[in-house]
Structure formats: structure tokens, C-alpha cells
């Protein structure tokens, strides 16, 4: 089992910037991938982006991308959403998430772990 717990959201307004961050614990964090996944009102779950167990490599949705930036530190068993410029339709619940897989995955059912979420909320 990984257990994820998310921290940093929050209120800001519009063209703002909030960093979240997700500590793993329970098994060797680089044996996942992680993404950031949102969920704002009435919508279904969005994929936002991933990260490859080493680092090196993202992949970001066209929704977000040039304003969140997601990155991890291995020593640390954190990932962490770095979200600037930001926009009311960002408001959300984000969700941190690991997988398995070695592709760079959108889909949800891909990711066997994930966190209790982090509400953000953006005021225009």
C-alpha cells in the first residue's frame, strides 16, 4: 500500500500562484509514477500531469500547460503541482496519484493509489 496525503491548497485569486505538494509513504517512491489529477464542480475527474519515477520527464494537459509545472524530489517522497497564472476555471479538488505504469498515462484507472485531495479555489 502507498498512502498520499496532499497539502497546500487554498484560496487565491485570479493570476495567482499555489504550490501543492504530496508526501508517499508505504513503499519505495520511486518505484511509481506520479500525476496530479483535478475535480471541480459538477465535472468529471480531469488528468493535469505526470511525472516519471526519475524525474526526468513530464507530461501536461493542454489546459494547464506554461502554468503548472509538477516535480519531485525522490529523497524527500514528495511530489509537488506548481500552479501559476491561475484562472477561476482551476478550481478544483486536486488529487495526487500513483502508478505502476511506465507510460505516461491520462486515464485514472491507471493510478492504483491516490490522496484524499486538496481543494483549490480560484476568485476572479
Known amino acids: 500500500q502507498v498512502q498520499l496525503v496532499e497539502s497546500g491548497g487554498g484560496l487565491v485569486q485570479a493570476g495567482g500562484s499555489l504550490r501543492l505538494s504530496c508526501v508517499a509513504s508505504?513503499?519505495?517512491?520511486?518505484?511509481?509514477?506520479m500525476a496530479w489529477f483535478r475535480q471541480g464542480p459538477g465535472k468529471e475527474r480531469e488528468f493535469v500531469v505526470t511525472?516519471?519515477?526519475?524525474?526526468?520527464?513530464?507530461y501536461t494537459s493542454a489546459s494547464v500547460l506554461g502554468r503548472f509545472t509538477i516535480s519531485r524530489d525522490n529523497a524527500k517522497n514528495t511530489v509537488y503541482l506548481q500552479m501559476n497564472s491561475l484562472k477561476p476555471e482551476d478550481t478544483a479538488i486536486y488529487y495526487c496519484?500513483?502508478?505502476?505504469?511506465?507510460?505516461?498515462?491520462?486515464?485514472?484507472?491507471?493510478?492504483?493509489?491516490w490522496g484524499q485531495g486538496t481543494q483549490v479555489t480560484v476568485s476572479s
Open positions: 496519484a500513483a502508478a505502476e505504469v511506465l507510460y505516461a498515462s491520462t486515464n485514472a484507472r491507471d493510478y492504483d493509489y
Open positions: 511525472i516519471t519515477r526519475s524525474g526526468n520527464t513530464t
Open positions: 508505504g513503499r519505495t517512491f520511486t518505484n511509481y509514477r
